[in-house]
């Protein structure tokens, strides 16, 4: 209604005019009706302009605030994902220049991880190499001691196998070396099998009256071992007793050792050579030999402890040693090490 207000003015304005300037200048009543009415019809088309330009203006106006917000906000919405965006690809950047740089930098985690791999592996080469290389250098050694075995002890019949459960051939021919040089009139050998054989073998050649025992705490294989010295000739140097284990007590231990009874007749030993009873299963199994034999050896008997390579033995010499001070020790840097002892 208010927007009509300047058109009613307008409109009525005019018309009066007209309508007092025909009355003034003396106009026909008919010509003021007339001018009148244009006046009227031209100011209510003034107004209605005037008011459509006001209406108008207003709606461009709050028009134009309201983009002018929109646009605002637009823009504060565009420099928020903006800066996000630049954030995230600063990050992005920062990742692809590390990656870049383990591939291509020098200091390269991967390339040293090669490096090192590559290093590891040449070590490792290296290494099983000279492992090979020392277990060939052994075997050859081992044959050398065979042929020189033959050699010194000949044998009418083939040998068993040495090594595995028999001595190692160093052993043999070492054991075969010391009855030919020094000529032991008693040995006992704990454990018999082919080293009783051998050394009973190296007693013929040598050509004294002395003995092997052999002592077994199998049945089976005491008498395996005489018959092996029967075929060879050697019977006459050869005894083989049968000895079970027993639970007994020795210089104060209880332990499992050969039955006593039957080694009784054994005494001024020279040689006692220690390779039985079994270890496997029990611990320091050959503990006993010392302490039983020592009064039943010979003035500078000595004794020969194999298998030194496994730690079982080393504490056995090693408690030997403490009991009997003054002993005398040699290592052998055999295949399975063995250690001599000289009893003061
Ligand atoms: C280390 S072996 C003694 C080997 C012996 N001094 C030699 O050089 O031939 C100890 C004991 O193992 C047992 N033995 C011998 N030969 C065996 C075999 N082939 N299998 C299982 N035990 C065996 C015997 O009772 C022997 O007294």
């Known amino acids: 209604m208010r927007a009509r207000i300047p058109l009613v003015v307008v409109a009525l304005g005019l018309g009066a005019g007209l309508l007092v300037l025909g009355v003034a200048a003396g106009w026909s009543p008919a010509v003021i009706a007339i001018a009148a009415l244009i006046g009227l019809t031209v100011g209510a088309l003034l107004g209605q302009t005037f008011a459509w330009v006001r209406i108008t203006t207003g709606r461009l106006a709050r028009l134009e605030h309201y983009v002018n917000h929109r646009l605002e906000g637009l823009k504060n919405d565009t420099s928020r994902r903006d800066g996000a965006m630049g954030k995230n690809i600063t990050e992005i950047r920062g990742k692809v220049g590390k990656i870049d740089d383990e591939l291509t930098h020098p200091r390269s985690t991967y390339r040293l991880a090669l490096r090192e791999l590559a290093q590891n592996q040449s070590a490792e080469r290296r290494e099983t190499r000279v492992h090979y290389q020392q277990k060939l250098d052994d075997q050859v050694a081992l044959l050398e001691s065979f042929m020189q075995l033959q050699r010194l002890v000949p044998m009418s019949l083939?040998?068993?196998?040495?090594?595995?459960?028999?001595?190692?051939?160093?052993?043999?021919?070492?054991?075969?070396?010391?009855v030919l040089e020094h000529r032991p009139r008693l040995v006992v050998d704990l454990g018999s099998g082919q080293s009783s054989v051998w050394m009973a073998g190296a007693m013929r050649v040598a050509g004294y009256d002395g003995q092997?025992?052999?002592?077994?705490?199998?049945?089976?294989?005491?008498?395996?071992?005489?018959?092996?010295?029967?075929?060879?000739?050697?019977?006459?140097?050869?005894?083989?007793?049968?000895?079970?284990?027993?639970?007994?007590s020795i210089a104060g231990r209880a332990v499992t050792w050969y039955d006593e009874f039957a080694l009784r007749s054994l005494d001024a030993v020279d040689l006692l050579c220690v390779d039985g009873p079994p270890a496997q299963g029990a611990r320091q199994a050959r503990w006993p030999a010392l302490p039983f034999f020592h009064d039943r050896?010979?003035?500078?008997?000595?004794?020969?402890?194999?298998d030194m390579i496994r730690v079982d033995e080393q504490q056995i010499a090693q408690d030997w040693l403490e009991r009997y001070p003054g002993t005398e020790t040699l290592s052998l840097d055999f295949e399975k090490g063995a250690l001599i002892l000289t009893l003061r």
């Open 297 to 306: 050896m010979s003035a500078g008997g000595r004794v020969i402890l194999d």
């Open 158 to 178: 083939p040998m068993p196998r040495a090594g595995t459960w028999a001595a190692s051939e160093d052993l043999l021919l070492w054991l075969a070396g010391y």
């Open 212 to 248: 092997v025992v052999g002592v077994d705490h199998e049945e089976q294989y005491a008498r395996a071992t005489e018959e092996l010295g029967r075929r060879q000739g050697v019977s006459e140097w050869l005894t083989v007793i049968h000895a079970p284990l027993v639970e007994e």
